[in-house]
């Protein structure tokens, strides 16, 4: 089973992207999409994140907007949600990827927002970045409610510059010209990886290394502020759902 990592910066088309390879008949893992779940009524994480933030329990789940304020704002407690979010968001994972190899699936995809960001390229086969020109990117996010010129700076420096993205990945897909070539590049790219053989699952996920911590993702050469976590809690902190691409 071959793993195809999707990943790009805000408003580049992701979300679009990764619905594309659904329609292609390709399992797509989405990270927000189970952070989301996690919070919600009966989700995994409400009552350790509840105990570990009494203030955003409520109606038995989270606020995930009052969540991001405390937790982005303050390294000790983002590192406390880091520690209960993060086992969770991985054990979905490797369900997802047994349930894909049990089924002999030939191609999964793992679309995680931040996956440079946090390491994740080292437990997929390839990885497939989504980008498009920074003038249309910036009319994408200024069109959604709340969002302003500021807010997307903010955005910005939290993850690895998109030209830095495109330079790592196996494969990219443009989506500032038009939406058939974007879906045709989409299916190019699992004509050439349906039949690979891939490495990554489960040889590199059996003993899987810790995501790092702030911490260490600021120590990293290009000194930006990356969210440790999916971008599902980032966008909870700004108010808006611009990390969401």
Do not use: Y
């Not at 927000?32 to 995994?44: I, K, N, S, T, Y």
């Not at 991001?68 to 086992?87: K, M, T």
């Not at 690895?160 to 045709?184: E, N, S």
């Not at 790092?212 to 902190?237: C, D, G, I, K």
């Amino acid at each position: 089973m071959f793993v195809l990592g999707l990943t790009g910066s805000v408003a580049m088309g992701k979300s679009t992207a990764a619905k594309v390879f659904r329609s292609l008949g390709v399992p797509v893992f989405d990270a927000d999409a189970v952070v989301h779940r996690l919070l919600e009524p009966g989700g995994a994480a409400v009552e350790p994140v509840g105990e570990a933030f009494p203030d955003c329990r409520g109606d038995g789940a989270i606020d995930r907007q009052r969540l991001g304020r405390l937790a982005f704002g303050d390294s000790p407690a983002l590192a406390r949600l880091e520690a209960i979010l993060h086992p969770l968001v991985r054990d979905a994972e490797r369900r997802f990827l047994a349930r894909a190899a049990a089924t002999r699936r030939p191609l999964v995809v793992l679309d995680i927002p931040l996956l440079f960001e946090t390491g994740d390229e080292r437990r997929v086969d390839a990885v497939a970045v989504v980008s498009a020109p920074a003038f249309l990117q910036c009319q994408r996010v200024l069109r959604r409610a709340g969002m302003t010129p500021d807010r997307l700076a903010a955005v910005r420096r939290r993850q690895l510059p998109d030209a830095d993205k495109r330079r790592r990945a196996d494969f990219v897909i443009a989506t500032g010209l038009d939406r058939r070539r974007a879906v045709a590049a989409i299916a190019a790219i699992v004509d050439v990886v349906r039949n690979r053989q891939g490495g990554a699952w489960p040889q590199r996920w059996l003993a899987a290394p810790r995501r790092p911590s702030l911490a260490a993702t600021l120590r990293r050469p290009w000194q930006r502020p990356a969210e440790p976590l999916p971008s599902e809690l980032a966008s909870m902190a700004r108010g808006a759902s611009c990390a969401r691409s």
